[in-house]
Structures are given as C-alpha cells and as structure tokens.
C-alpha cells in the first residue's frame, strides 16, 4: 500500500496552508491613492488631512478615504486612476508649497493581515507603475568644479613651497597664476610644473603681469566628464539602494544622461526626494581677522566669503575648504546627547581624517563652520502652470569653537529635525555626486498603463491554465484532476514565496509563471506515463503508483536542474525585468518539483493509496 507517515502528511499541509496565508494579500485590490508628505520646514498636523479633503472638495474631485500613514505622511485613496490624476493636480496646484505629492497604488488589507506584517507581492513598474526618472548630469558643472579645486590645490601648493604669488584664479576654462616679476614666476613655475604636469601650462607676460596659464586638455575633460558620469551611477545606485527599492533598474544613456526605473516603490515621494539631493557638507574655518560688517558692505576679503546660516545672518568665512562632502565615508543619523538636537556622526577617509587633524590643531579656540549645500527644486505657478526651478541653497548650519583637535570622527549639530539627520546621513553615506544632475523627465509610469498590463499577464496565465487543465483532465481522467489541483498549489506557492521574500513580479515574471506551469506538468505527465507502462507490464495498480514516481523522479529532477542552472545564469548576469524573470522560473521551478513530487503523491495515497483497485483512473 502507498503511504506517507503522519508527520510527512503534516508537514505537507503545514507548508499549503503557510503558502495560503503568504499569498492572501495579493488577492486584495489596489486602490489608486496620493501619498503626501510635508516639504522642508513643514509640519503635518491634524489639521493637514481636513486642508487637504477642503482642497479635493473645492476641486470637486471625489476620494474613497484619507488615511494617516507612519512618519507623518497622508495617504488620500480613490476610486479610479482618473480621480487620482485629477487629485493630485488639484493638490499640486494648491498646496504645492507646503507639501509634496506622489501618485502610488496603496493595497487596503483588512486589519488583522496588517497586524500579521504581511504584505502583497512587489509589481514591477510594468505593471503596477512606478517612477521613471531621466537625469542630466551638469559636465560643464563637472569640469568648472574640477579647475575650483585646481585654483584651491596650485594656491596650496605655492603657499607650502613658499613661492611668491599675487592672485590664482579661474577664467572661463583656465587657471591664471599672477606673479610680481619674472624669478617669482620662474620659481612658481618649477612648483607647478612638478605637481601639475599632467595640464597643458603656457607661459605669457602682459601689460606687465607674469602670468602662468593651466587648462585641461581635451582628453581630460572626456575622461573627466565620464568619471562623473560613472560616478554619479554609482552614487544614485547606492541612494536607491539604501532605500530598499527592488530590483531597481539604473543605467547611463548617451554621454551625459542617466535613466533611473524604480518599479513597486513603496515611496514615491522620497525617492524622488532623495535621487534629486546633492546634499552636501563642507568644513571652513570662520575669518575671525575681517569685520562681517565691511563683507556686507562688499568689502570681501580675497580669501574669504560671505554666507548666511538658516536665519539669515551673516557669516564670513575661509574660502579653503577643510574637507568636503567625497572625503566623508560614513554617517549616521542620531541625537546631540546634550543638547538633544538631532545630529549626523561623521567619518571621514584617511587623507580627510589627516587634513581636519591638521586644521583643528593648528586652530584650537577659533570657530569652524559647517555649511549645508543642496540643489533644491521648487514649483511656481507661472500663467496658471506649475513650473519647476532648481536653485543651489548654501547654508551655515553650525558654527562651534575648536576645543581640542580631532580627526577621522566627528558630530555635526545644527539640523531642523531628525528627518533631516536622516536623509542627510543617507546622501552622505551613499556618496556624494560628482558633478550637479537635475531631473529633465519625470514620468509615473500609469495605474492604468500597468492595470493593462496585468489584465493581459492574468489573462494569459489564465488562457494557460485552463488549456492545460481542460487536457489533463481529458487525457489522465482522476489523476489528472489531481494533476491540476496540485498546478494551482504550485501557482499559490509561487506567489507566497515571492511575497515572502520581497521579488518584483514583472511582465517577464508572468512569462516565467508560465512557462513553470509547462514545467510543473511536464513532471506530472512523466510520472503518469510511467504509471501506465507498469501497468501494461502486468504490475498492480499499487505498485504502478510507487514505480511511477521512483522511476520518474530522476528524470524530473534532471530536467529540472538543468533549466534552474540557466535560471541562475540569468539571474547572475541579467539586469531589471530579466532577473525578475529568472527568480520567478528559480522559484517555480522548485515549487512545481516539491508540490509535483510531494503533493501530487500525497493526495493519489490519499485517496487511492489504501485501497484495493482492480485499475488506476490514469
């Protein structure tokens, strides 16, 4: 007789019924729904939701409900993406200034669900949408940056080797070195040439000036402009990252534009927040030596510049930059323990840790302050459309006197909330951008576009299935029923694994559902056509049910294997959509061997395995 042990059949059911658990929030719809969130120096309060329903009411535009979301954040949910789209311009419109808005779909489990933590499986941005973000990175930015830092390392230079120099500055694409007669020039020169060779140098006399001439050649500045291209990849690639989006999809698109896909974000909002940062910090000593009076006056020392903190109060400060924003390795966001102010701890590299050593030793008991610099987009309404600029904000944040030397780690105090601590910590440790971007498209990929797409992705699933049933039944009688039953175990267990483990399901994810169903009866088929060989050899019915799946097994798990090798190839070398792709055939593959193998024994002993049968219904 064909039978499994108790706790084989336990186990078996244990793991069906965990499965259906897993999967049941998928099977819940999607409400179209604008997630809001408060702009910088805005609060949501309880008054926000009651503005925010006057707003949709006066537009007349219906909603299904507001719900408060954790971290402060409104979710307005509607009935149809044609309101939502109404919605959000209605709020955009209105409200703009004070908060942001975000077009998402939002899953409405009932409470009990929620409490369990579970959570629908992720939809790629082909289907459930999401955010595509087409990105220009400044190079003319990446080149003027690279000569600033050339004018601050040839001043440093000179000033170490000790040679005479009335002015380095930049114009246009050339550093000018200015010096008062020929041996200063000549001597000058020797420094420059050493440490500076790889630029393209001139020597030139005029109206009496000695002057030394630096540009960067053509070549450089490819190369240059490609590293920060490169770069900036790499740093939006951790930011993301960093955020917990799945399988995002980061890749460089010409010379000098990056394209940015973050299908099933789960907040859309911050990611846009976030990739368009170039938050920055750098480290300057303040200038104790000249009156902030004579600055505003615009009396500017050469070396030195005037700035604001947050309230608007003048700063003159060192032109020398101590560290910057590239040399800081790590951050993390926390709060001052005595002040209890949130704050950012701060690590810096070798060469970093090195030069603020250096400074703070030299220049115990004077000020440094600490100035946050941020690309920041607005929206105005002009002529009744909201148009978008960018503007570069630098800010003193904290100014603290030096009271005894420090290196590699350091706090840095001042932020207007924890929020901000964090997203700083974030910017920082994910690297800083090498050269300015600004978003030039932004395009919420559609519910309704991706409601299309799953519409057809089911239907095929679908069509699938029911081909496959209609067959089984038709041509294996009782075990194909059982067959088919165990196909659509296999489907829930595909789901709840892929809800279990946060996958993006994408429209080559449904082409790999698919072609598992193939796979999972092709192992039926094979079991069953074992099953009628022995009894045409004269076996009993009992007996033709244990060949069947001992002899079949190795063929199966043969067949099996060898296609989730070519599923892990993908995976490994695959990028977006193709690894969605490969983890949905790794993952059915291995479900349809477990519930063809296992399941599909388990119910024939079951029903037919402890009985004496003059024939099998195969």
Avoid at 203 to 226: N, R, S, Y
Avoid at 251 to 256: K, L, M, P
Avoid at 329 to 350: E, I, K, R
Wanted: hydrophobic content about 45%; charged content about 20%; overall charge neutral.
């Amino acid at each position: 007789m064909n039978r499994y042990p108790l706790w084989k059949n336990l186990l078996i059911l244990g793991v069906i019924l965990v499965s259906l658990v897993l999967a049941l929030p998928n099977f819940f719809p999607q409400d179209p729904s604008i997630e809001v969130s408060a702009a910088r120096k805005t609060e949501m309060t309880a008054a926000s939701a009651d503005e925010i329903r006057a707003t949709l009411e006066n537009a007349k535009v219906p909603f299904k409900r507001i719900d408060t979301l954790e971290g402060g954040k409104i979710l307005v949910r509607f009935d149809s993406s044609g309101d939502q789209l109404r919605g959000q311009e209605a709020i955009e419109s209105s409200l703009s200034a004070r908060y942001r808005s975000a077009l998402t779909l939002s899953t409405d489990l009932p409470g009990w669900i929620k409490a369990l933590g579970l959570k629908p499986m992720t939809l790629g941005l082909d289907l459930r949408g999401g955010v595509y973000v087409l990105i220009d990175v400044d190079m003319e930015a990446a080149v003027d940056q690279a000569l600033d830092r050339y004018v601050e390392d040839i001043r440093t230079q000179l000033r170490d080797a000790k040679a005479r120099y009335i002015t380095v500055s930049r114009v246009q694409r050339q550093v000018i070195v200015k010096f008062a007669d020929l041996p200063a020039r000549d001597a000058g020169e020797k420094v420059i040439a050493k440490q500076f060779g790889d630029l393209k140098m001139e020597v030139l006399e005029q109206g009496g000036d000695f002057l030394v001439t630096l540009a960067m050649t053509p070549t450089q500045q490819k190369q240059l402009q490609d590293f920060a291209l490169q770069q900036n990849v790499t740093t939006l690639r951790n930011r993301v990252n960093a955020l917990g989006v799945a399988e995002p999809n980061i890749a460089r698109q010409g010379d000098r534009r990056i394209v940015v896909q973050l299908p099933g974000a789960q907040d859309p909002g911050r990611l846009k927040e976030i990739l368009g940062a170039t938050a920055t910090l750098e480290y300057r000593l303040v200038d104790t030596e000249h009156s902030v009076a004579d600055a505003e006056a615009g009396k500017v020392p050469a070396a030195s510049r005037l700035y604001r903190d947050r309230d608007g109060r003048p700063v003159l400060l060192k032109r020398r930059v101590i560290v910057t924003g590239d040399q800081i390795t790590d951050a993390a966001s926390g709060f001052d323990s005595q002040s209890g102010t949130p704050m950012v701890t701060v690590a810096l590299d070798g060469p970093g840790g090195r030069r603020m050593l250096d400074m703070t030793t030299e220049n115990v008991g004077k000020p440094m302050a600490v100035v946050f610099i941020e690309n920041r987009t607005t929206t105005k309404q002009v002529d009744g459309k909201p148009v978008k600029t960018t503007a570069k904000v630098e800010e003193v944040i904290s100014v603290a006197t030096i009271r005894e030397p420090f290196g590699k780690r350091f706090q840095t105090t001042g932020l207007d909330s924890s929020e901000e601590a964090h997203n700083l910590a974030l910017l920082l440790r994910a690297g800083a951008l090498a050269a300015p971007i600004q978003i030039v498209e932004e395009r919420t990929v559609g519910p309704s576009l991706g409601q299309d797409n799953i519409d057809q992705g089911l239907m095929s699933v679908i069509i699938g299935f029911l081909a496959v049933v209609v067959f089984m039944a038709f041509y294996y009688s009782w075990f194909g029923v059982v067959a088919n039953v165990v196909l659509m175990l296999n489907l829930v267990l595909i789901v709840a694994v892929m809800a279990l483990l946060g996958a993006t399901l994408t429209m080559p994810g449904i082409a790999g559902m698919v072609l598992t169903i193939g796979m999972a009866v092709d192992a039926n088929v094979l079991i069953f056509e074992r099953m009628r060989e022995e009894i045409r050899n004269g076996n009993t019915p009992q007996a033709s049910i244990a060949a069947g799946y001992d002899k079949a097994l190795s063929a199966i798990i043969d067949g099996n294997v060898t296609t989730l090798i070519a599923a892990v190839v993908l995976f490994s070398f695959g990028t977006g959509p193709i690894k969605g792709f490969a983890v949905t055939l790794t993952v059915g593959l291995i479900a349809s061997m477990f519930t063809a193998i296992t399941c599909s024994r388990a119910m024939i002993n079951w029903i037919w395995g402890g009985r004496r049968l003059a024939r099998l219904p195969v």
